[in-house]
């Protein structure tokens, strides 16, 4: 009996050990998901997408797309007819996200269309060039304006602005790794800011326009200089000041009622950035003539010295804080893709774990802002932008043909939404016009070494992916056990089983 009891005895105090372990290890089960009480409402939706596209592009950019179409009435149609497409693309995401609700954006779905291939690709070239070097164009252009005041008269030493973006980069990344809420304030903040400065802009505008300037707008699409390659790169660059339309895509695991608050916070955010584009532009131009635009470095400073003033500090100060939100909802989002592609072995494994004290994907979102601050080096940003638009828009074209294809192959998932099939045809055939419009009408090399970089994943995917060579392991396991160990992270999939 004395024995028997004892092993009783022990039996129970097993079965409470193990409770007490899975009662400790309950937060680590929380994982990203059960972040999602920070997007409960579709304002949180809406501030991460009108935070995320209005950055600095449509303060410091408009003369890009007017040096291209030369005039101010195919500008303005430009900047419509981008706003117009930035939406059909995120109705075509919409559908995506509530039919397959995972986080990463465009790799859930081309994995589920197309099979790991092209999903992988997508996640090398995201993760190696467009991303990253979406997040150093927008903190260099923040250390731009944010080192302006203290160099009167001159540009600022390019030594400073890179310093100044790299330290940009890693304050939102450490922001963001500790803590989903303090990251989602952060945004909510910012985006009220810098819808500041746009109402000042847009208002200004209106009031002018009631005076009558509207000499600008007469005879506008007189002198327009309207190609094949010149409506791509005007495209090229409205696109980028749009880019951010598909962010939510992102963080669906993390949104409250995705199949509510997803498409709401699309059909609300993306309209109203189009209009605020469109009124801005319009807004420049009651005070600018098209040479005036196109000569001036920083379009919304010179409109704020013209109308502003003496008040047109307010301008560069709201800037900050505009490209500041960009920033941070790009590393929000951005960080996300990284995670998935860890969690599905496309990338290493460590990159899928999650910090066990703040609840975030750290060491992806660490990943993710030291491959930014090695793009800030170079620092040239127009050659960012166009690897970054030509790249972007490849994997955007596949991504809406993969709905068309689920459409067909597909058939038995649920669609909590349907969009007519004509808008993915519609986003599909515009991709592929932007993609190959300039490599026929202007071709670079920019665009071949681009598509080589792609397809070298090809390389890399049959090396480490597939194969699955030893030698990697034995390399990766003791690195990722000793960066498990300081950065206090755990891997998902040991919680979620």
Request: charged share 15%.
């Amino acid at each position: 009996m004395g024995e028997e009891s004892l092993r009783r005895r022990k039996g129970e105090d097993s079965g409470r050990e193990d409770r007490q372990s899975i009662q400790s290890h309950e937060p680590q089960r929380m994982n990203l998901q059960k972040q999602a009480n920070l997007f409960l409402f579709p304002i949180c939706g809406i501030c991460m997408i009108v935070g995320t596209i209005i950055g600095s592009g449509i303060f410091v950019s408009p003369k890009s797309v007017l040096a291209n179409v030369g005039a101010v009435g195919p500008c303005l149609t430009i900047w419509t007819a981008c706003g117009v497409l930035a939406t059909l693309g995120a109705l075509c995401f919409a559908e995506l996200g509530t039919t397959i609700t995972k986080s990463g954006g465009e790799y859930p779905y081309l994995m589920e269309a197309f099979g790991p291939i092209p999903a992988f690709l997508f996640s090398w070239t995201s993760l190696l060039v467009t991303k990253p070097s979406s997040f150093a164009i927008i903190c260099l252009s923040f250390a731009e304006y944010a080192s302006a005041p203290f160099y009167p008269g001159c540009d600022p030493p390019q030594v400073v602005i890179k310093c100044l973006a790299a330290a940009a980069i890693v304050v939102i990344t450490i922001v963001n790794s500790l803590s989903v809420k303090l990251g989602s304030y952060l945004q909510n903040f910012l985006t009220a800011a810098k819808m500041i400065i746009v109402s000042i802009i847009i208002v200004s505008g209106i009031v002018l326009l009631a005076q009558g300037r509207t000499e600008n707008f007469k005879d506008s699409f007189k002198d327009s200089k309207i190609s094949a390659s010149s409506i791509s790169l005007a495209f090229y660059n409205g696109l980028w000041a749009y880019d951010g339309w598909n962010q939510l895509n992102y963080i669906t695991e993390e949104l409250k009622n995705p199949y509510r608050n997803l498409p709401l916070s699309i059909i609300i955010g993306i309209p109203l950035v189009t209009v605020c584009y469109v009124l801005i532009n319009i807004s420049y131009f009651t005070v600018m003539t098209s040479t005036e635009l196109l000569q001036s470095p920083a379009v919304a400073v010179t409109f704020g010295d013209r109308v502003l003033y003496p008040a047109s500090w307010i301008v560069p100060l709201f800037v900050v804080c505009s490209t500041l939100g960009s920033a941070n909802g790009t590393c929000f989002t951005a960080g996300r893709l990284v995670y998935v592609a860890g969690r599905e072995g496309h990338m290493l494994k460590v990159l899928s774990y999650i910090s066990v004290k703040h609840l975030t994907p750290a060491p992806a979102l660490m990943f993710y802002g030291a491959i930014a601050i090695i793009y800030i080096i170079p620092g040239d940003i127009d050659t960012l932008i166009n690897y970054f638009s030509f790249a972007v828009w490849i994997f955007y074209g596949l991504t809406v043909s993969a709905l068309i294809v689920m459409r067909f192959t597909r058939k038995e998932l649920t669609r909590p939404i349907r969009i007519p099939i004509v808008i993915p045809v519609i986003v599909t055939l515009v991709a592929i016009l932007l993609v190959l419009a300039p490599i026929i009408s202007a071709p670079e090399l920019a665009y071949l070494y681009c598509i080589l970089f792609i397809l070298s994943g090809l390389i890399v995917y049959a090396l480490f992916v597939h194969f699955k060579f030893d030698w990697p392991q034995k390399i990766s396991n003791p690195i990722t056990m000793y960066l498990q160990m300081l950065l206090e992270v755990v891997p998902e999939e040991e919680v979620t089983e």
